[in-house]
């Protein structure tokens, strides 16, 4: 077995085909796009560059698993990477009483820190971060440990859900919605969101946040040239079509541009239920279809693009969420025209390699559902209708206003605003129900929500966001274990722990 054929060339896609390249395999990755990358995609828009799906990072301090990783692959010393501030990770302001928290980097910082705002929370405050690490610690991967151990021999808390883990430990009714600020960053959904997803997801921005100077496309041109390096190729503007299959595996597989492609292994990269669009219909048993088809996705996203008159909006090194009222940060996925829509946001100004006091462009993730555009959702970009067009021109008009409320001069500091909706992340990725981190985590059903890196079609792997955990350190992770599922159980751990030594 030599060459393999990569399906969606998103974050996963080239995070495995890299890691494949490495170890000598020829890789072919299709990506539909014309751009490779997935969430790591950027675009231009009156001069500036934007990032799609990639503006938070965690894990690219020194000993972090994806500097580990990446420094493994030999590109880490070329990305161009921006802590964020160490006073000030992130910023959280609750509108309705004007209270700021401005969470520092790091586990004891921030236990200092909330401490000092909740004196009465002391032991809880120290027992919840204790806790939450210990969930942590529970994920082998996480840590790049070699391992093998099974989802069954974990702690009963590791699948609580997430508010439950909070509530047990704090009294505090702000202090509770505080620690679940991060919810917009996986979803967070109440009596759901298991508690591990909680612990992995602030545990690694807590060690350390950053983010691209001028863009997360640099990341997927390096892993292109891995790739390319390896002897392989990643062809853009190739939309995989069909799958055929016969005797459990993969024959071959098409593109809407009429080519076709062959290999000795086939990974997909692209939503589960988009896969069982295209592969044919014997392929899988009826069960599988039918699981695949029930796992609820998460929740989608609103974005407002701004470009700014020059020098005339502060750069802010940290990224900053606002909620609305108390008890939001569960319901921020609801959406009601007639009432204060957003419930809660998070924003950012991206940083560029020559980064001065001011801020060039700013984006803001307003958490969605897909049902509010579903009536739209026969249409294609750039042909959605009068209607369309009006109801985003009032949502971004809302969001726009909440943010001046937060910083005096905003209006006046715009040259140029532009948004995009729930239809705009699922034609751009493909995702299902333009779900920022694709199939959810259910602590009530994790059964449901578990789907193997291995099919039934013998040379047919999975890999990207719905098979473990979604986001820049997920979907790394889950590449690694797909890559595993080829050519080892902690092969590739233990050589990306070597060079690392
Ligand atoms: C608005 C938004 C903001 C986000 N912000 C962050 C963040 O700040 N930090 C973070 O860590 N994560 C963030 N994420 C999540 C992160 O982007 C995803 O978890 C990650 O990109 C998923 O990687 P993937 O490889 O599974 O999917 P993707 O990166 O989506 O890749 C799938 C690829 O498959 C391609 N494809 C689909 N169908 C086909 C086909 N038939 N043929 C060929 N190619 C196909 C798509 O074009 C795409 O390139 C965000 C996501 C969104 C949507």
Redesign the pocket.
Same mark, same amino acid.
């Given at each position: 077995m030599n060459k393999i054929l990569i *399906?969606?060339? #998103? $974050?996963?896609?080239l995070f495995t085909g890299a890691l494949l390249a490495k170890s000598g395999y020829r890789v072919e990755v $299709?990506?539909?796009?014309t751009v490779a @990358?997935? #969430? $790591?995609?950027c675009f231009k828009r009156f001069g500036k560059t934007f990032e =799609?799906?990639? &503006? *938070? $990072?965690g894990g690219f301090e020194e000993g972090g698993s994806l500097y580990k990783i990446c420094s493994y692959l030999g590109i880490m010393d070329k990305l161009s990477i921006r802590p964020t501030d160490d006073d000030v990770i992130d910023s959280i302001t609750y509108l309705h009483d004007g209270q700021t928290y401005d969470i520092p980097k790091g586990r004891r910082q921030v236990e200092n820190y909330l401490v000092s705002k909740f004196p009465d929370e002391h032991d809880g405050i120290i027992e919840y971060f204790d806790n939450l690490y210990r969930l942590s610690e529970e994920v082998d991967l996480f840590y790049l440990r070699e391992s093998n151990r099974h989802m069954l021999q974990h702690s009963e808390q590791f699948l609580w859900s997430a508010d439950r883990f909070i509530d047990n430990y704090i009294k505090n009714p702000r202090l509770k919605e505080l620690l679940a600020y991060m919810n917009p960053?996986y979803g967070g959904v109440k009596g759901h969101t298991p508690a591990y997803v909680h612990a992995l997801i602030n545990v690694l921005y807590i060690n350390g946040s950053s983010r691209f100077n001028d863009g997360s496309q640099q990341l997927a041109d390096l892993l292109v040239d891995v790739i390319e390096a390896g002897g392989g190729c990643v062809h853009k503007g !190739? !939309?995989? =079509?069909a799958i055929r299959v016969e005797n459990k595996l993969v024959n071959y597989v098409c593109t809407a541009n009429g080519n076709i492609y062959r290999a000795d292994m086939y990974i997909s990269? *692209?939503h589960p239920c988009?896969l069982l669009n295209?592969i044919d219909e014997t392929a899988f048993p009826r069960a599988y279809r039918s699981r695949l088809e029930s796992i609820p996705n998460s929740y989608s996203?609103f =974005?407002v693009y701004v470009k700014f008159k020059e020098k005339k909006f502060p750069y802010i090194n940290h990224t900053c969420y606002c909620q609305n009222g108390a008890d939001m940060v569960w319901n921020l996925w609801k959406y009601d025209e007639s009432r204060d829509w957003p419930y809660g946001f998070m924003y950012m100004t991206p940083p560029s390699r020559n980064q001065d006091e001011y801020a060039t462009r700013m984006i803001v993730?307003c958490v969605m559902k897909y049902d509010v555009v579903e009536k739209w959702e026969n249409t294609r970009t750039g042909c959605r209708g009068d209607e369309y067009n009006g109801w985003k021109q009032r949502c971004m008009e809302r969001v726009i206003d909440k943010i001046d409320m937060l910083h005096e001069g905003f209006k006046d500091a715009i040259d140029k605003v532009f948004a995009s909706s729930p239809l705009t *992340?699922r034609d /751009?990725? @493909?995702?299902k129900e333009g779900s920022? /981190?694709?199939f959810s985590k259910d602590c009530t059903n994790m059964a449901l929500s578990q789907v193997p890196i291995a099919t039934k079609v013998r040379n047919l792997l999975l890999t990207? !966001?719905?098979i473990n955990l &979604?986001?820049?350190?997920?979907?790394p992770l889950t590449a690694i274990e797909t890559v595993e599922a080829i050519i080892g159980k902690n092969v590739l751990i233990k050589k990306i722990n070597d060079v690392n030594k």
């Amino acid at each position: 077995m030599n060459k393999i054929l990569i *399906i969606g060339g #998103g $974050l996963g896609g080239l995070f495995t085909g890299a890691l494949l390249a490495k170890s000598g395999y020829r890789v072919e990755v $299709l990506e539909k796009n014309t751009v490779a @990358g997935g #969430g $790591l995609q950027c675009f231009k828009r009156f001069g500036k560059t934007f990032e =799609t799906g990639m &503006h *938070i $990072l965690g894990g690219f301090e020194e000993g972090g698993s994806l500097y580990k990783i990446c420094s493994y692959l030999g590109i880490m010393d070329k990305l161009s990477i921006r802590p964020t501030d160490d006073d000030v990770i992130d910023s959280i302001t609750y509108l309705h009483d004007g209270q700021t928290y401005d969470i520092p980097k790091g586990r004891r910082q921030v236990e200092n820190y909330l401490v000092s705002k909740f004196p009465d929370e002391h032991d809880g405050i120290i027992e919840y971060f204790d806790n939450l690490y210990r969930l942590s610690e529970e994920v082998d991967l996480f840590y790049l440990r070699e391992s093998n151990r099974h989802m069954l021999q974990h702690s009963e808390q590791f699948l609580w859900s997430a508010d439950r883990f909070i509530d047990n430990y704090i009294k505090n009714p702000r202090l509770k919605e505080l620690l679940a600020y991060m919810n917009p960053m996986y979803g967070g959904v109440k009596g759901h969101t298991p508690a591990y997803v909680h612990a992995l997801i602030n545990v690694l921005y807590i060690n350390g946040s950053s983010r691209f100077n001028d863009g997360s496309q640099q990341l997927a041109d390096l892993l292109v040239d891995v790739i390319e390096a390896g002897g392989g190729c990643v062809h853009k503007g !190739e !939309e995989v =079509t069909a799958i055929r299959v016969e005797n459990k595996l993969v024959n071959y597989v098409c593109t809407a541009n009429g080519n076709i492609y062959r290999a000795d292994m086939y990974i997909s990269d *692209i939503h589960p239920c988009s896969l069982l669009n295209i592969i044919d219909e014997t392929a899988f048993p009826r069960a599988y279809r039918s699981r695949l088809e029930s796992i609820p996705n998460s929740y989608s996203a609103f =974005t407002v693009y701004v470009k700014f008159k020059e020098k005339k909006f502060p750069y802010i090194n940290h990224t900053c969420y606002c909620q609305n009222g108390a008890d939001m940060v569960w319901n921020l996925w609801k959406y009601d025209e007639s009432r204060d829509w957003p419930y809660g946001f998070m924003y950012m100004t991206p940083p560029s390699r020559n980064q001065d006091e001011y801020a060039t462009r700013m984006i803001v993730n307003c958490v969605m559902k897909y049902d509010v555009v579903e009536k739209w959702e026969n249409t294609r970009t750039g042909c959605r209708g009068d209607e369309y067009n009006g109801w985003k021109q009032r949502c971004m008009e809302r969001v726009i206003d909440k943010i001046d409320m937060l910083h005096e001069g905003f209006k006046d500091a715009i040259d140029k605003v532009f948004a995009s909706s729930p239809l705009t *992340i699922r034609d /751009y990725y @493909g995702a299902k129900e333009g779900s920022i /981190y694709g199939f959810s985590k259910d602590c009530t059903n994790m059964a449901l929500s578990q789907v193997p890196i291995a099919t039934k079609v013998r040379n047919l792997l999975l890999t990207g !966001e719905n098979i473990n955990l &979604h986001g820049i350190c997920g979907v790394p992770l889950t590449a690694i274990e797909t890559v595993e599922a080829i050519i080892g159980k902690n092969v590739l751990i233990k050589k990306i722990n070597d060079v690392n030594k």
